[in-house]
């Protein structure tokens, strides 16, 4: 699943290349998205002047000039390229001679959905422990507290661990950095830090089956 350090890296180099200047046409594929783009969206991009690229969370955000914007996410399997085919091509828009194709193989990406009322970026300095504390509320923290852990309950101390960890790997990620090498349980056998084995989840967490480290997250 495209994240934020993906989408991201997606908007600046559309920043980068295209902020300025006018889409000139707009294509839907055949077949297209599971849900298809509204007209509305197909309207604002048509012939408008891309004031800016800008994000929130994971979606990606087309500033128009006097159009208002268009929100696209990725879904699961969604990304962006400046030209390059596939036969999961399900939108396109044209800066002048250059073709901007959304591919899709899992057809979960949208283009022109709604913004939805999103949390605080993960590199934004919360002011207080109780705000940092919301970063957790919709699942575990992972900076050592035990996976079972509920985000609302820990106390202030440990409420405030998760922000800087985010903050540091959501960093690395946007640069470039081989972030395989830094994960301390996905993809591992043992543990990063301490090298003991890994356990599976008993019973699942936010609906899945997870790893865990016993010696780290007691």
């Not at 006018?22 to 998205?33: E, K, N, Q, S, W």
Request: charged residues 25%.
């Amino acid at each position: 699943m495209p994240e934020l350090p993906e989408v991201e890296t997606a908007r600046r180099v559309l920043e980068q290349r295209y902020a300025g200047q006018a889409i000139t046409a707009v294509a839907v594929g055949r077949p297209t998205f599971y849900r298809e783009p509204p007209i509305a969206a197909i309207r604002a991009l048509t012939g408008g002047r891309i004031q800016a690229f800008r994000r929130r969370g994971k979606y990606l955000i087309v500033e128009l000039e006097g159009r208002g914007s268009v929100v696209f996410h990725l879904g699961m399997s969604g990304r962006l390229t400046v030209g390059g085919e596939s036969p999961h091509v399900r939108f396109q828009f044209w800066v002048g001679s250059e073709a901007v194709r959304f591919h899709d193989s899992r057809r979960f990406g949208r283009v022109g959905c709604p913004l939805p009322d999103l949390g605080l970026e993960p590199r934004t300095r919360p002011s207080t422990p109780t705000i940092c504390g919301g970063f957790c509320v919709n699942g575990p923290p992972r900076s050592k507290p035990s996976s079972w852990t509920s985000g609302s309950s820990p106390g202030s101390g440990t409420s405030t661990r998760p922000r800087p960890c985010i903050a540091r790997a959501s960093g690395r990620a946007v640069r470039g950095r081989r972030m395989q090498e830094h994960v301390k349980v996905y993809g591992r056998s043992a543990g990063a830090t301490c090298r003991t084995a890994l356990m599976e989840t008993r019973k699942s967490i936010g609906g899945r089956r997870s790893l865990y480290c016993p010696a780290c997250q007691r």
